[in-house]
């Protein structure tokens, strides 16, 4: 009897810890997305969105890891196989937008070093010497 009664809280706590880690994700993404729209906002139109695009991309990608923590912890509470093989599939996909995220976060980087190379480049050929004509 207190095997099936520990069982059934274990349940509940589980279920709720899990809808707390998929609110977590959603503030997380909520929130990174108001910042990151003001951000984009107060851009000026010829700098490039690289890095607001990265930090998107990284908000997304944190708040993907509290939503798969969420459904790796409901894996306690499955009592059926086909809901095993449906959560199976949900952390399949999930496990794969969060690949491709950080893929794209890889190039965005990559990009984002481009951009700056590029910035640094201008700025010192703005600050050296001009070459001056000697036959005027």
Do not use: C
Not at 6 to 30: C, D, P, S
């Amino acid at each position: 009897m207190s095997i099936v009664l520990a069982k059934h809280w274990m349940e509940i706590f589980v279920e709720y810890l899990t809808i707390l880690l998929e609110f977590f994700g959603a503030v997380i993404i909520i929130v990174g997305a108001v910042i990151i729209f003001v951000r984009f906002i107060q851009l000026p139109y010829h700098e490039p969105s690289t890095s607001i695009r990265l930090r998107l991309e990284r908000t997304l990608a944190l708040a993907l890891e509290f939503y798969l923590a969420a459904e790796i912890l409901k894996t306690v509470t499955i009592h059926d196989p086909s809901d095993l093989i449906t959560l199976g599939v949900i952390v399949v996909l999930r496990s794969v937008m969060a690949l491709m995220i950080h893929w794209e976060m890889g190039h965005d980087m990559h990009v984002l070093d481009v951009e700056k190379q590029f910035e640094r480049n201008v700025q010192f050929s703005k600050h050296s010497p001009e070459e001056t004509n000697s036959g005027d």
